[in-house]
Structures are given as structure tokens and as C-alpha cells.
């Protein structure tokens, strides 16, 4: 069974960073794009990020473009996402998922795991 762990969230002052980790664990990692979603208090969850199964192609929400970047390893199967210049509107519980990419739409398909939670002070 796949289980996704994320981790690397905490407390920041707006205008900080924090990276994000997820490990995956249970299938072969490197043969599925994966992404990052985040979902605010009173919110529906919603896209962040994605990357490519190889790297080689990432995707980004608006809202993060310039200020996020999202990174692979698959060698120790784990995406990341590096979070900088951070916004109180930033505060969410942040999740990873294998996702499907058709186009302009990128859809999460598998199960979500705890997620890590983000609060960013101003």
C-alpha cells in the first residue's frame, strides 16, 4: 500500500522559508508526477505545485509562482517543496500526492496522508 509522509512544516514570520518533505513508500516512486496541495482553515483543499515523474517539467498555482519550488529526488523517493518569501496567507495544512497531469488540469489520485502544517506569522 503507498503511504505518503510529509513533514517540514512549523511556525515562520512572514518573508520566511521552510521546506517541505514527502516520503513515498509502498510502489516505484520515479514512474509518477507528483504534487503538493494545501488546504487554509474554513478552505477547500487546492494546487500548489507539481513536478514531472523525471523533474524535468514543473507546474505552479499563481499564488506561489516566484516564491515556491518544487524538487524531486528519487533516488530516496522524496518531493519536496521549497517555500520562500512566505505570507500569513500561506498558512495551510500542506499535503503531497501522485497526481495526473491532462493538459492545464492537474488532479491528485491517490490517498492523502497526514499532511504537515504551515503557519506563517505576520
Known amino acids: 500500500q503507498v503511504q505518503l509522509v510529509e513533514s517540514g512544516g512549523g511556525l515562520v514570520q512572514a518573508g520566511g522559508s521552510l521546506r517541505l518533505s514527502c516520503l513515498a513508500s509502498?510502489?516505484?516512486?520515479?514512474?509518477?508526477?507528483m504534487g503538493w496541495f494545501r488546504q487554509a482553515p474554513g478552505k477547500e483543499r487546492e494546487f500548489v505545485a507539481a513536478?514531472?515523474?523525471?523533474?524535468?517539467?514543473?507546474y505552479y498555482a499563481d499564488s506561489v509562482k516566484g516564491r515556491f519550488t518544487i524538487s524531486r529526488d528519487n533516488s530516496k523517493n522524496t518531493v519536496y517543496l521549497q517555500m520562500n518569501s512566505l505570507k500569513p496567507d500561506d498558512t495551510a495544512i500542506f499535503y503531497c500526492n501522485d497526481v495526473q497531469i491532462r493538459g492545464a488540469t492537474i488532479s491528485p489520485i491517490g490517498s492523502w496522508g497526514q499532511g504537515t502544517q504551515v503557519t506563517v506569522s505576520s
Open positions: 513536478i514531472s515523474w523525471s523533474g524535468g517539467r514543473t
Open positions: 509502498g510502489r516505484t516512486f520515479s514512474s509518477s508526477p
